[in-house]
């Protein structure tokens, strides 16, 4: 071994031979016991005494530990909206609330048409023909000479027609006395079209023949009589002492009361 090696071992043993023979010696430290129970308790061991700290008894027992988070910080960005539901089911009709106030005055609304101050809701007349009537042509208009009832003078003694000024429910009636052995074919006219007819066949006797009808009729319509000829002479026959031709109309019920 070295000389160097050597010198340091023998070194090193002398100072802690003269070490211990310097310092005083300490004998060594005794733990005493202490009581931890009470005397009517006998003492447990380590592991029964963990065992009853981990027990439910509150004298003996571990405090619970409940962490908390801070939602705020683990709160992330607002999402984008999602779509549509479907609709719920329709609920329980609920009771009738209280009335409201009443709303506001409405603005004032336009004038209306000018209307008849003297316009009168009554409309009649009866007209007669005393000279009798051959038909001509295919369709013939039959006039009259006579006036009985002309209200108004709503109807026009030299056209023969009747003109509507007041709107309504109307009822007409025409009379007429055939000629022997001509036929007798007459249109009850409601402006151009004919709505209604009064017909006989011919005969060797004359009769009296009628027909009547209601009619709604509209401001400024028109009601009048025409024969109409066909294959057979086609008359109607009157006298000037006689009047056996007759045309009658009179207002049932106005359309505006």
């Given at each position: 071994m070295s000389p160097v090696f050597l010198l340091l071992l023998v070194s090193t043993a002398n100072v802690?031979?003269?070490?211990?023979?310097?310092?005083?010696?300490?004998?060594?430290?005794?733990?005493?016991?202490?009581?931890?129970?009470?005397?009517?308790?006998?003492p447990i061991s380590i592991v029964s005494s963990r065992y009853t700290r981990m027990s439910s008894d509150p004298a003996y027992s571990v405090p619970k530990v409940q962490p908390t988070i801070d939602i705020t910080i683990l709160k992330g960005e607002k999402g984008e909206m999602g779509e549509k539901g479907y609709p719920g089911a329709v609920g329980k009709e609920g009771e009738r609330g209280l009335r409201g106030f009443n709303g506001r005055k409405g603005q004032k609304g336009q004038p209306g048409p000018q209307g008849h101050s003297c316009k009168q809701l009554y409309a009649a007349f009866s007209v007669g023909r005393r000279?009798?009537?051959?038909?001509?042509?295919?369709?013939?208009?039959?006039?009259?000479?006579?006036?009985?009832?002309?209200?108004?003078?709503?109807?026009?003694?030299?056209?023969?027609?009747?003109?509507?000024?007041?709107?309504?429910?109307?009822?007409?009636?025409?009379?007429?006395h055939t000629w022997n052995f001509k036929e007798t074919y007459l249109h009850l006219m409601k402006n151009e079209k004919e709505v209604a007819i009064l017909y006989a066949q011919p005969s060797d006797r004359s009769i009296m023949q009628s027909q009547s009808l209601m009619l709604d009729l509209q401001e400024g319509e028109e009601v009048w009589v025409r024969m109409f000829k066909r294959e057979r002479e086609n008359a109607i026959y009157s006298e000037e002492s006689d009047v056996y031709i007759i045309f009658n109309g009179h207002l049932i019920k106005p359309a505006i009361e």
């Open positions: 802690g031979a003269v070490l211990e023979k310097g310092l005083p010696k300490r004998e060594p430290r005794r733990l005493s016991c202490m009581r931890c129970c009470g005397p009517s308790e006998q000279k009798p009537l051959h038909s001509s042509d295919y369709f013939q208009h039959v006039t009259f000479d006579t006036e009985f009832v002309n209200l108004y003078k709503h109807f026009n003694m030299f056209s023969g027609k009747f003109f509507c000024y007041v709107a309504g429910i109307y009822y007409f009636s025409l009379n007429v």
